[in-house]
């Protein structure tokens, strides 16, 4: 908590491993000191008037935290992680549901609603955008003439805009006010025409919107800063323009582009709806000429465009790219070798998981195999003292996709002999090895089981109750949450595991725990922090994403959970995911059978026999 002169922390952030420290750990804890020493100029020098404009606290340390760990260590290239929180609030943003930045306060409710992706991620996003658009030496000016001017006293999202305008010598209230004062994202279109004239591009904006959601109430268009990347004479161009409504750009050469990427490094707070033609020039053609960021973005559009069609339903002309598409970027993706892009190409094919049809599932985990399981043996489990911050995340990640989500047997019995001794394990692997050899070995779950009530270690606690969590058995891991309301345990510690289930299966088991012993859950959850709580809850059901059991799933939670403090909102948006849930797997199941239709399972090497 960022208390004026004493910003305390929980002791998981701020100790290490004395023999094995990760870089994994000191990078989060130096992005969590950043963001709370930031807040003892963004909240503390300077305090919000009200709650509806707690996003000068929570959204000025989100974009100041990447920068100071950015210049902290430049070897991490923290400043890359502003696409991540980008991306993380469009997510958020992507529900008619969806809270504004400065949402009115109308009841105390409100208050509890607040503190969310929209006012951390997307209140960031919106910063880095304009800071983008003006150059960081005049924002830098604004920042520091709106602080100087508020010292120790209040301000409004009015006095920042007004610094930053005066600095900028423009008038940027109109452009700010179609992000802050109205909810949801814009979707931008580029059009290319090219004929006698020079080329030049039509933009069209409209709101993004998923299928599953209800149709938006009409919003005002964005002031959208937009900077063009584009092919000229071979080599790479750029243009920047401000686009309000439907505007064109006409692009500085004569001869009409092969390609065009209509945001430049990421930067902009909007998502590019893309042709597949186009898909198809920037993957073959402009690939090399674009930074990693840029890549980045496209994949994220185009994996985004997979799963949901363009507008969805309120959209006549919408189309849908094919799943094949953005799968045929993963392996792109996993040359750049950064922990972004790797993290980024694992994302879409592990997350079908769960709707991967049972007769499919031998295909699908044969291509997860094949497609990771090199470059997981290239890694290796154990850590090398040549690894850095990218190193051990893509290790993590690329064998956990390997070994967990592709089942490959040698990683999974190397895992298990490493576990057990998992406790003198790296920081940086013990958790990954953990799930996996707890979810191979019925042995070892037991174990687990057993031990983490005598654990001293918190540390080592959160990694066993996870590693329980994410068992794929359904009946083992029914076993596991009677620790849940076991008092020889914690539970802020053991309720974690009603939330981290792995399987639709197990999902099932949390869901029918959850039923029959809610009023004791609710009795002992942390009740400063309830709409917290509510959203764990409420997930848990609506993630069945059922569309046979909608209707019964949307009046338990309404009926149970929306009258919580705080959790009419939580409940209105989590009822609208299930919806998308269910729109968009009704779009891919067909597509993931015709994917993996033409997967062929790699035949087993002849065994020599023996003389």
């Known amino acids: 908590m960022e208390n004026a002169g004493l910003v305390t922390f929980t002791e998981t952030s701020m100790l290490f491993d004395q023999h094995h420290p990760s870089w994994i750990k000191r990078s989060r804890w130096v992005t969590y000191a950043a963001h709370e020493l930031a807040h003892q ?62 949402q009115p306060i109308e009841k105390p409710d409100d208050i509890l609603n607040v503190f969310d992706g929209i006012t951390y991620d997307k209140g960031a996003s919106v910063l880095n955008m304009f800071e983008s658009y003006l150059g960081a030496d005049v924002f830098q000016r604004g920042v520091r003439d709106y602080l100087t001017s508020r010292a120790y006293g209040t301000a409004t999202s009015t006095d920042f805009v007004a610094a930053i305008s005066k600095a900028a010598g423009k008038d940027l209230e109109p452009g700010f006010a179609t992000f802050l004062d109205q909810p949801g994202e814009p979707e931008l279109e580029a059009q290319l025409k090219c004929g006698a004239k020079p080329p030049e591009i039509s933009f069209v904006q409209r709101r993004y ?115 094949t598409l953005p799968l045929s970027l993963v392996p792109k993706m996993l040359t750049g070798g950064d922990r972004f892009s790797v993290g980024d190409a694992l994302a879409l094919p592990v997350g079908l998981d769960r709707i991967v049809p049972d007769e499919l599932r031998l295909k699908y985990e044969s291509w997860l195999r094949t497609t990771f399981s090199p470059g997981a043996v290239k890694l290796g489990l154990t850590p090398k003292d040549t690894d850095d911050l990218d190193a051990e995340i893509n290790r993590n990640e690329i064998v956990y996709a390997a070994a967990w989500s592709g089942r490959d047997p040698d990683l999974i019995k190397q895992a298990t002999e490493l576990a057990r001794s998992w406790r003198d394990l790296p920081e940086a692997i013990r958790g990954t090895v953990l799930d996996i050899a707890v979810d191979a070995s019925p042995e070892l779950f037991d174990k687990i089981k057993h031990d983490v009530k005598s654990e001293p270690d918190r540390q080592r606690r ?96 309404t009926k149970n959970f929306g009258t919580l403090p705080g959790g009419a909102r939580v409940v209105q948006q989590g009822i609208e995911v299930m919806d998308q849930c269910i729109a968009s797997r009704k779009i891919l199941e067909p597509e993931v059978r015709a994917w993996l239709g033409g997967v062929k399972i790699p035949k087993p090497k002849d065994i020599p026999k023996k003389p």
């Open 41 to 102: 100029w963004f909240g503390d020098y300077v305090t919000m008037a009200y709650w509806d404009d707690i996003w000068l606290n929570e959204g000025f340390a989100n974009w100041m935290e990447l920068k100071i760990t950015a210049r902290f260590e430049p070897a991490w290239h923290d400043e890359l992680s502003v696409l991540d929180m980008r991306n993380a609030a469009l997510r958020a943003d992507s529900v008619v549901s969806a809270r504004q930045i400065r």
């Open 209 to 323: 919107v998923p299928p599953g959601s209800p149709a938006p109430p009409t919003t005002k268009p964005w002031i959208l800063p937009v900077c063009v990347v584009y092919e000229r004479e071979g080599k790479r161009a750029d243009q920047c323009t401000l686009v309000e409504g439907a505007n064109r750009l006409v692009l500085a050469t004569k001869k009409c582009p092969r390609w065009v990427m209509p945001n430049a490094n990421g930067g902009g707070y909007y998502r590019t709806y893309y042709t597949a033609p186009q898909v198809v020039a920037l993957r073959d053609e402009a690939w090399p000429l674009l930074t990693g960021t840029e890549r980045r973005a496209v994949y994220f559009d185009v994996a985004q465009a997979a799963r949901f069609r363009r507008s969805g339903m309120h959209d006549a002309t919408a189309t849908q790219l094919p799943l």
């Open 462 to 557: 959160e990694l066993m109750f996870h590693a329980l969590a994410v068992v794929r058995d359904p009946k083992r891991f029914a076993s596991a949450l009677e620790l849940v309301l076991d008092p020889a345990v914690d539970f802020r510690e053991a309720m974690d595991m009603l939330f981290e289930t792995s399987t639709e299966p197990t999902r099932a088991v949390a869901e029918t725990y959850v039923r029959d012993h809610k009023d004791e859950l609710f009795k002992r959850m942390p009740h400063d922090e309830v709409s917290g709580g509510v959203w764990n809850i409420t997930a848990l059901f609506t993630g069945a994403c059922d569309a046979t059991r909608r209707d019964a799933i949307a009046d338990y939670v």
